[in-house]
T-cell receptor
Framework: AQKVTQAQTEISVVEKEDVTLDCVYETRDTTYYLFWYKQPPSGELVFLIRRNSFDEQNEISGRYSWNFQKSTSSFNFTITASQVVDSAVYFCALSVPYSGAGSYQLTFGKGTKLSVIP | DGGITQSPKYLFRKEGQNVTLSCEQNLNHDAMYWYRQDPGQGLRLIYYSQIVNDFQKGDIAEGYSVSREKKESFPLTVTSAQKNPTAFYLC????????????FGPGTRLLVL
């Protein structure tokens, strides 16, 4: 069975501070995909990034960066110089290609609510 | 514009009533999914469909039903058997390739009167 843990339920930071959102995952599969989604107050989930289990390179996209470490089963997300528009709930998710089904179901963490204070 | 639409945005259900949530996509995606989100919780899978006329139960399918008669459409019916239907419902779709990402619609909030 797959599991995703986001231990931080809520985080508050002052604008321009850096913030890291933690994600720890569990799976016995060697092939899997990890995702981060952003859910602003409007409710729609916005896709941010996908990583596969064979690519441990860290990635940077503007103010966003992701640190994938298989040794600790973690896929952490850092926002640099946070802005008020970054206020949202952030979800980490895990997808495993079930053999025979290929359904690639997503297992979500419970999310981290980030509040950026002006 | 290509995307996923869900309607209505808000839906009210009376006791004993069945209600249907609409999900339409014009992305030419093969797979479609329905998730339920409760306050402070992650998303839980209700049903998914990988091709037309085929669908599978997810983790919390009891009290729900779906159909997939067209590639573009995947409606979800919340039946009277679902005793606690108040939640935020999100529809998602994914292209056929096994590596593809799921993209989500704007969601429908269901409330019980």
């Amino acid at each position: 069975a797959q599991k995703v843990t986001q231990a931080q339920t809520e985080i508050s930071v002052v604008e321009k501070e850096d913030v890291t959102l933690d994600c720890v995952y569990e799976t016995r599969d060697t092939t899997y995909y990890l995702f981060w989604y952003k859910q602003p107050p409007s409710g729609e989930l916005v896709f941010l990034i996908r990583r596969n289990s064979f690519d441990e390179q860290n990635e940077i996209s503007g103010r966003y960066s992701w640190n994938f470490q298989k040794s600790t089963s973690s896929f952490n997300f850092t926002i640099t110089a946070s802005q008020v528009v970054d206020s949202a709930v952030y979800f980490c998710a895990l997808s495993v290609p079930y053999s025979g089904a290929g359904s690639y179901q997503l297992t979500f963490g419970k999310g981290t609510k980030l509040s950026v204070i002006p | 514009d290509g995307g996923i639409t869900q309607s209505p945005k808000y839906l009210f259900r009376k006791e004993g009533q069945n209600v249907t949530l609409s999900c339409e996509q014009n992305l030419n995606h093969d797979a479609m999914y329905w998730y339920r989100q409760d306050p402070g919780q992650g998303l839980r899978l209700i049903y998914y469909s990988q091709i037309v006329n085929d669908f599978q139960k997810g983790d919390i399918a009891e009290g729900y039903s779906v159909s997939r008669e067209k590639k573009e459409s995947f409606p979800l019916t919340v039946t009277s058997a679902q005793k606690n239907p108040t939640a935020f419902y999100l529809c998602a779709s994914r292209r056929g390739s096994r590596q593809e990402t799921q993209y989500f619609g704007p969601g429908t909030r269901l409330l019980v009167l």
